[in-house]
């Protein structure tokens, strides 16, 4: 079974910095691409940003390009989302997602995690 | 960027009726068009994939058809369990992009 947990949400400041975690259990990990989803308070889903599975090609949101950096650790099996000068308008749930198919990005989200809040706040 | 307009926002249905929720994306995306559901609090979960396929495990009362700008999610035989929101969205190009929602009530 796929299982998806994400961590690292929580209270920060402008201009501040958080990291998310998603540990990844149920699958092969390193053959998917993986993404961060996120949906603000009472509003609808916006995509953050994709990792691939082996290269590790990473692809952005214009809203968090040059802030925002995912990465990946396939030996923990672990998706990470690195939020550097946050700002309010990032207060949402972020989820993180797992591709539908192995191999280079499909962009389906098949699986998802049950979210982890972050809010951004003086 | 690729935009993508659902309708309606909002729709209330009776048990047993057929809904149909419409996306319509800026540039044609070939079939590259998924369904999300979503129930409040939690997250959601993929319905129909490559515009009209229907992923594992989702009732056979979903239906997904269309292509290139103009797409539909139709739910036959409206059930208590299918309330929540649904999102259409397109893995044609990078940013990826999601349709604005449709919230459905059940009457």
């Known amino acids: 079974e796929v299982q998806l947990l994400e961590s690292g949400g929580g209270s920060g400041q402008p201009g501040g910095s958080l990291r998310l975690s998603c540990a990844a259990s149920g699958f092969s990990f390193s053959s998917y691409a993986m993404s961060w989803v996120r949906q603000a308070p009472g509003k609808g889903l916006e995509w953050v940003s994709t990792?691939?599975?082996?290269?590790?090609?990473?692809y952005y949101a214009d809203s968090v390009k040059g802030r925002f950096t995912i990465s990946r650790d396939n030996a923990k099996n672990t998706l990470y989302l690195q939020m550097n000068s946050l700002r309010g308008e990032d207060t949402a749930v972020y989820y993180c997602?797992?591709?539908?198919?192995?191999?280079?990005?499909?962009?389906?989200?098949?699986?998802w995690g049950q979210g982890t809040l972050v809010a951004v706040s003086s | 960027d690729i935009q993508m307009t659902q309708s309606p926002s909002f729709l209330s249905a009776s048990v047993g009726d057929r809904v149909t929720i419409t996306c319509r994306a800026s540039?044609?995306?070939?079939?590259?068009l998924n369904w999300y559901q979503q129930k409040p609090g939690k997250a959601p979960d993929l319905l129909i994939y490559a515009a009209s396929s229907l992923q594992s495990g989702v009732p056979s009362r979903f239906r997904g058809s269309g292509a290139g700008t103009d797409f539909t999610l139709s739910i036959s035989n409206l059930q208590p369990e299918d309330f929540g929101s649904y999102y259409c969205?397109?893995?044609?190009?990078?940013?990826?992009?999601f349709g604005g929602g449709t919230k459905v009530d059940i009457k």
């Open positions: 969205q397109q893995s044609y190009s990078v940013p990826l992009t």
């Open positions: 997602a797992k591709d539908q198919w192995t191999g280079a990005s499909n962009f389906n989200f098949a699986s």
């Open positions: 540039q044609s995306i070939s079939s590259d």
């Open positions: 990792i691939t599975g082996s290269l590790g090609t990473t």
